[in-house]
T-cell receptor, first 115, second 110 residues
Framework: GAVVSQHPSWVICKSGTSVKIECRSL??????MFWYRQFPKQSLMLMAT?????????EQGVEKDKFLINHASLTLSTLTVTSAHPEDSSFYIC???????????FGNGTRLTVT | GEDVEQSLFLSVREGDSSVINCTYT??????LYWYKQEPGAGLQLLTY?????DMKQDQRLTVLLNKKDKHLSLRIADTQTGDSAIYFC??????????FGGGTRLMVKP
């Protein structure tokens, strides 16, 4: 149990376009989902915390207008990178948990390359 | 503030035991986790331990927690080449978001 599916696995887009990444909890309802960014050979950096039905809470330094997060249901959260630029190229990973205190389960990540 | 630290690299021979260490600073941690990340993939939850436990064993994995020293370790018995990956420890406080260590790259030599 506790499977988190992330789609797409990789995406290449042109500078200026927008990209949407989906994160789904397949066999449980996730009250909270988290979006992380990982640079090569580095640890994960939390971007935002998303609670179902409410606005996401963004970490300091993360532009909320650039990284739009929607968590419309207990099984789906989306991250949209708007007007992507080459510096947005990175590995984006989502995670989900049932309730506060339960372990986080991660998706397989999305590698975004902006040309 | 929260700070989780790990050594960067560990190399072992196939069949040996691996011990990956982690230190953390926040004594109010409730859960401590070990995740495994293979190249180009997300994080796989290996195991976790509640802060009032000293040890947890799950097949080849043994987690030891020294709460006094704020030290967490992951022992992998009979390490295999498929165990080569990056291992992250993480702590959570009051069920909130995780703070990750920088990751330890485990290399298993045949």
């Amino acid at each position: 149990g506790a499977v988190v599916s992330q789609h797409p696995s990789w995406v290449i887009c042109k500078s200026g376009t927008s990209v949407k990444i989906e994160c789904r909890s397949l066999d449980f309802q996730a009250t909270t989902m988290f979006w992380y960014r990982q640079f090569p050979k580095q640890s994960l950096m939390l971007m935002a915390t998303s609670n179902e039905g409410s606005k996401a809470t963004y970490e300091q330094g993360v532009e909320k207008d650039k990284f739009l997060i929607n968590h419309a249901s207990l099984t789906l959260s989306t991250l949209t990178v708007t007007s992507a630029h080459p510096e947005d190229s990175s590995f984006y990973i989502c995670s989900a948990r049932r309730v506060a205190g339960s372990p986080l389960h991660f998706g397989n990540g999305t590698r975004l390359t902006v040309t | 503030g929260e700070d989780v630290e790990q050594s960067l690299f560990l190399s072992v021979r196939e069949g040996d035991s691996s011990v990956i260490n982690c230190t953390y600073t926040d004594s109010s941690s409730t859960y401590l986790y070990w995740y495994k990340q293979e190249p180009g993939a997300g994080l796989q939850l290996l195991t976790y331990i509640f802060s009032n436990m000293d040890m947890k064993q799950d097949q080849r994995l043994t987690v030891l927690l020294n709460k006094k020293d704020k030290h967490l370790s992951l022992r992998i018995a009979d390490t295999q080449t498929g165990d080569s990956a990056i291992y992250f420890c993480a702590e959570s406080i009051a069920g909130n978001m995780l703070t990750f260590g920088g990751g330890t790259r485990l290399m298993v030599k045949p």
